[in-house]
């Protein structure tokens, strides 16, 4: 199961991550990509910029193999209809020869927190950071 978020939701979660667990925005917080040395020497919207995306482009190159018997949703799909992706993953489990899953219990949806939290110039900021960490995505 691969569950994707946009970007920038990412790269704005992780750093709040950063001043919530270290009250500092340069701590590195979560997974560590590779050449995150490179990323160490930036500012940290540009660390969590180029940190989203490679993190992005390792996990798809390692699904790439496995090709259908992976299920992909987006984040807000999921909280959309998560009824929706229980019958997708119902259906992947039965392809591999599974019998039967249990029906769906859960919350017809969850909330989605893809809200902007932090100031206009802080956003714009950000989402060029984004735009420069392409080269992450594509080393």
Same mark, same amino acid.
């Given at each position: ?70 299920? *992909?949703? %987006? ?9 929706? #992706?229980? =019958?997708? !993953?119902?259906? &992947? ?19 989605? *927190?893809? %809200? ?9 900021? #950000?989402? =060029?950071? !984004?735009?420069? &960490? ?6």
């Amino acid at each position: 199961l691969h569950v994707e978020r946009d970007p920038f939701f990412v790269a704005q979660s992780l750093l709040a991550a950063r001043r919530e667990f270290y009250g500092d925005e340069t701590r590195w917080y979560s997974f560590k990509p590779p050449r995150v040395e490179e990323l160490l020497a930036l500012p940290a919207e540009d660390q969590v910029a180029g940190q989203v995306l490679a993190i992005q482009t390792a996990l798809h190159d390692s699904l790439d193999p496995i090709g259908s018997a992976h299920v *992909h949703v %987006s984040y807000e799909a999921f909280c959309a209809h998560p009824e929706r #992706l229980w =019958a997708r !993953l119902c259906d &992947a489990m039965c392809a591999e020869g599974f019998d039967s899953m249990p029906e769906y219990r859960g919350p017809s949806a969850f909330v989605c *927190h893809n %809200s902007v939290h932090i100031p206009g110039e802080r956003e714009r900021n #950000l989402r =060029a950071a !984004l735009h420069r &960490a392409k080269r992450w995505a594509n080393p």
